[in-house]
């Protein structure tokens, strides 16, 4: 089986997040498009993306958007 590639395969909600996960365009057009465009990268969601659990593209955009509400709760 071949490595996803982050820069050209197509990324979906239920993209799986690999050992091999990268910030590319590809990955900020699809959290754009699923989150808005208000959508940016930070250290702290970075650092959650990379924490080694499982997760999916899907859980990384709903927890981009769940830290947003959490914000302007604050």
Not at 2 to 24: E, G, L
Request: charged share 35%; aromatic share 12%.
């Amino acid at each position: 089986m071949k490595a996803f590639d982050w820069h050209a395969d197509p990324i979906s909600r239920a993209t799986v997040i690999t050992k091999n996960y990268r910030n590319t365009q590809n990955v900020r057009r699809f959290l754009t498009r699923e989150c808005g465009a208000e959508f940016r990268f930070d250290r702290p969601f970075m650092a959650w993306l990379k924490d080694g659990t499982e997760k999916t593209m899907g859980d990384a955009a709903d927890e981009w958007l769940r830290r947003q509400a959490e914000k302007r709760k604050a």
